[in-house]
T-cell receptor, first 116, second 111 residues
Framework: NAGVTQTPKFQVLKTGQSMTLQCAQD?????MYWYRQDPGMGLRLIYY???????DKGEVPNGYNVSRLNKREFSLRLESAAPSQTSVYFC???????????????FGAGTRLSVL | GENVEQHPSTLSVQEGDSAVIKCTYS??????FPWYKQELGKRPQLIID?????GEKKDQRIAVTLNKTAKHFSLHITETQPEDSAVYFC??????????FGAGTRLAVHP
């Protein structure tokens, strides 16, 4: 039981390049999330997927796209990377089965992305 | 829109002192209030949580209190130890499954 797995762990991109961050969970969770964390800052929600087949914008969605490929996997794509997207990206999942659910989130180890 | 404010942004205490971090939210529909701890270079992890029908919950040296009328909830750490040094985040629900974190409090516990 690996929990939430993110790949890659580190990535350096040039401005304008594209890439996809992968996230997979093996806890049979319904909900998945992508956050970014800038140095010394909090976690800002980029996109989330409340259940398989749905995705919604979070606080800072501009410049990103997501795909909920299946229940296990939720990917984040940067189509044209910009230096402002340099950050640590965390994927998380939770068992958001109802409005009363605790939604305890389990986080991946993070992807450290630098855009030059 | 939905919003959560977390204070203070940094907190420095001597080992053995108490620490209190407070979050104020704007949406009265929230009914679950967790706190996460993030050690340097690591992922956030849940340390304690509370439901809206409870005013206080304790787990050894940490406790969470909730005031729904005033729309704030607080994390209390007693007898602080150096290993409590970390960044602490409150979390808020800005809508169904739209889970938003406070800006974080960097706690430093000095021996």
């Amino acid at each position: 039981n690996a929990g939430v797995t993110q790949t890659p762990k580190f990535q350096v991109l040039k401005t304008g390049q594209s890439m996809t961050l992968q996230c997979a969970q093996d806890m049979n969770h319904n909900s998945m999330y992508w956050y970014r964390q800038d140095p010394g800052m909090g976690l800002r929600l980029i996109y989330y997927s409340a259940s398989e087949g749905t995705t919604d914008k979070g606080e800072v969605p501009n410049g990103y796209n997501v795909s909920r490929l299946n229940k296990r996997e939720f990917s984040l794509r940067l189509e044209s990377a910009a230096p402002s997207q340099t950050s640590v990206y965390f994927c998380a999942s939770s068992d958001g089965t109802s409005r009363e659910a605790k939604n305890i989130q389990y986080f991946g180890a993070g992807t450290r992305l630098s855009v030059l | 829109g939905e919003n959560v404010e977390q204070h203070p942004s940094t907190l420095s205490v001597q080992e053995g002192d108490s620490a209190v971090i407070k979050c104020t939210y704007s949406d009265s529909a929230s009914n679950y209030f967790p706190w996460y701890k993030q050690e340097l270079g690591k992922r956030p992890q849940l340390i304690i949580d509370i439901r809206s029908n409870v005013g206080e919950k304790k787990d050894q040296r940490i406790a969470v209190t909730l005031n729904k009328t005033a729309k704030h909830f607080s994390l209390h750490i007693t007898e602080t130890q150096p290993e409590d040094s970390a960044v602490y985040f409150c979390r808020f629900s800005g809508g169904y499954n739209k889970l938003i974190f406070g800006a974080g409090t960097r706690l430093a516990v000095h021996p």
